[in-house]
């Protein structure tokens, strides 16, 4: 069964900076749109941004936007996700997802393949 890898998680001071990745060994990920979300205690899953597979569509809830940079190196099968200028309302467990295919990126239910997650914590 596919299931993708995140990768980079940990913990940082306010302001600073960590890059996420997310993999899948012996399945090519270039096909498909690619989502990051994030899920923190208490509350829902919620998209953070996407990428098609060429990577010239992309999109960032509006809480990210500026900071956060997703993009993607279908030659070494991985999605990337820069995070700048970290808060300590960005700590959640990111997780990575392939788009089924219909329906909104916004929407976690159109997303299938969920890695298990990595935690990103900001100490304020």
Same mark, same amino acid.
């Given at each position: 069964? $596919?299931?993708?890898v995140?990768?980079g998680?940990?913990?940082?001071q306010?302001?600073?900076?960590?890059?996420?990745? /997310?993999s899948?060994?012996?399945y090519? +990920?270039?096909?498909?749109?690619i989502?990051?979300?994030?899920? %923190?205690?208490?509350?829902?899953?919620? +998209?953070?941004? /996407?990428i098609?597979? *060429?990577?010239?569509? *992309?999109?960032? %809830?509006?809480s990210?936007?500026g900071?956060?940079t997703?993009?993607?190196?279908? %030659?070494?099968? *991985?999605?990337? $996700?820069?995070m700048? *200028? +970290?808060r300590?309302?960005?700590?959640?467990?990111?997780? /990575?997802?392939?788009? +089924?295919g219909?329906?909104?990126?916004?929407?976690?239910?159109?997303?299938?393949a969920?890695?298990q997650?990595t935690?990103?914590?900001?100490?304020?």
């Amino acid at each position: 069964q $596919l299931q993708l890898v995140e990768s980079g998680g940990g913990l940082v001071q306010s302001g600073g900076s960590l890059r996420l990745s /997310c993999s899948a060994s012996r399945y090519p +990920l270039r096909n498909y749109d690619i989502g990051w979300f994030r899920q %923190a205690p208490g509350k829902e899953r919620e +998209l953070v941004s /996407c990428i098609n597979p *060429t990577g010239d569509r *992309t999109d960032y %809830a509006d809480s990210v936007k500026g900071r956060f940079t997703i993009s993607r190196n279908n %030659a070494s099968n *991985t999605v990337y $996700l820069e995070m700048n *200028t +970290l808060r300590p309302e960005d700590t959640a467990v990111y997780s /990575c997802a392939i788009y +089924l295919g219909a329906g909104p990126w916004n929407d976690p239910a159109n997303f299938g393949a969920w890695g298990q997650g990595t935690q990103v914590t900001v100490a304020s």
